[in-house]
Nanobody
Framework: QVQLVESGGESVQAGGSLRLSCAAS????????MGWYRQAPGKQRELVAV???????QYADSVKGRFTISIENAKNTVYLQMNSLKPEDIAVYYC???????????????WGQGTQVTVSS
């Protein structure tokens, strides 16, 4: 059973920084990619950033230049460094991992429980 455990969500003032972490645990063959999504009240869940195990990254336009995603493959952990936070960044942030369970298995997505980020102006 794969589990994703997130941490780092807090309440900060506008302009501040936070670092989210997400560690994958359990028995699996390979992590293909890990990423962060967020869902603000009344809105759909949206992609924030994703990183492949090889290091290729993709960011939402709204966070480019402010957020940085990184992965520590040896620890099966993804990080999201968030700088210059704005009130519009307020959301529950969800960790996502695309994981292949076995050599002959297909890959599927797993989700963390979410961590709240609040930014006060």
């Amino acid at each position: 059973q794969v589990q994703l455990v997130e941490s780092g969500g807090e309440s900060v003032q506008a302009g501040g920084s936070l670092r989210l972490s997400c560690a994958a645990s359990g028995r699996f063959f390979r992590i293909n990619a890990m990423g962060w999504y967020r869902q603000a009240p009344g809105k759909q869940r949206e992609l924030v950033a994703v990183i492949a195990s090889g290091g290729t990254t993709q960011y939402a336009d709204s966070v480019k230049g402010r957020f940085t995603i990184s992965i520590e493959n040896a620890k099966n952990t993804v990080y999201l460094q968030m700088n210059s936070l704005k009130p519009e960044d307020i959301a529950v942030y969800y960790c996502n991992a695309n994981i292949r369970l076995g050599l002959g298995s297909t890959s599927r997505d797993y989700w963390g429980q979410g961590t709240q980020v609040t930014v006060s102006s």
